[in-house]
């Protein structure tokens, strides 16, 4: 294993950070808590509360949440759903909990667009890639819905997508582990996290990280992705602030 990222890499100088735009991916199943399904309010204002300690340091943030909470395309298809279907029943639920974290964010007071990659003019916006940048400069969070727009991609793969057009310096992961293992920590107590690794390990290994498309558009232009915890308090900005656990997954 490599040494931990120094506090050169990702650091904290005067309330500002060497990151200033960045990319999060969370699960839907991010936003259940401890629920079997669908959305736990506390939860989803637990990690807008997250975004905004962010948000308030001066980094522009875009947002990609899947929605595996209140439907997953592949699980559809399995139980022999036709996939095309099954897939935009999934984009549609990951505009559902792009809303919810609109609500809860500017709850808060922070401005927040709902970009969608399927047109659904009354309540998100299209996507159009310079209007959204412009959205970023104005110091607004965009949550990027629905996936691609197209069937057979994951949101994973929309999240890259997406970091790369919007120019994002970094993908921060947010999972319930704090970084990357060898092997799956709930079921191995010898399971090692490793502090930095490969795109190319990571395919080898099928470590998990993200999808194998997902990983290979990440390593293709060089961004990086920061895999930690989402149940860590203050993970997300603990991490920009050069201290907490994580794995940086790059060259």
Do not use: W
């Amino acid at each position: 294993m490599s040494d931990a990222i120094t506090i050169t890499d990702i650091s904290e100088t005067d309330g500002e950070t060497t990151f200033k735009r960045v990319m999060l991916k969370i699960s839907g199943e991010a936003l259940m808590g401890d629920l079997g399904y669908g959305l736990h309010p506390p939860t989803v204002e637990r990690i807008a509360r997250e975004v905004k300690s962010v948000h308030d340091m001066g980094v522009e943030i875009c947002m990609v949440i899947g929605g595996g909470n209140v439907f997953r395309g592949l699980s559809g298809s399995a139980q022999g759903m036709e996939r095309t279907t099954a897939d935009y029943m999934g984009m549609l639920a990951t505009v559902m909990n792009a809303l919810a974290m609109q609500s809860a964010l500017e709850e808060m007071g922070v401005f927040t667009r709902v970009i969608s990659a399927i047109r659904m003019d009354e309540v998100a916006e299209p996507y159009i890639r310079r209007r959204a940048v412009r959205h970023l400069e104005k110091k607004r969070v965009c949550i990027f819905a629905a996936g691609t727009g197209n069937p057979y991609f994951t949101t994973d793969t929309a999240a890259t997508l997406r970091a790369n057009e919007m120019a994002c310096e970094a993908i921060f992961k947010g999972t319930k582990v704090d970084g990357v293992y060898d092997k799956d920590p709930a079921k191995f107590e010898d399971a090692v996290r490793y502090d930095n690794v490969s795109y190319d390990d990571v395919l080898a290994k099928r470590l998990g990280v993200m999808d194998a498309s997902a990983i290979a558009l990440a390593r293709d232009n060089n961004l990086p992705i920061i895999v930690f915890s989402l149940d860590e308090p203050d993970g997300f900005k603990g991490i920009l602030a050069g201290r907490g656990t994580y794995t940086r997954v790059s060259d």
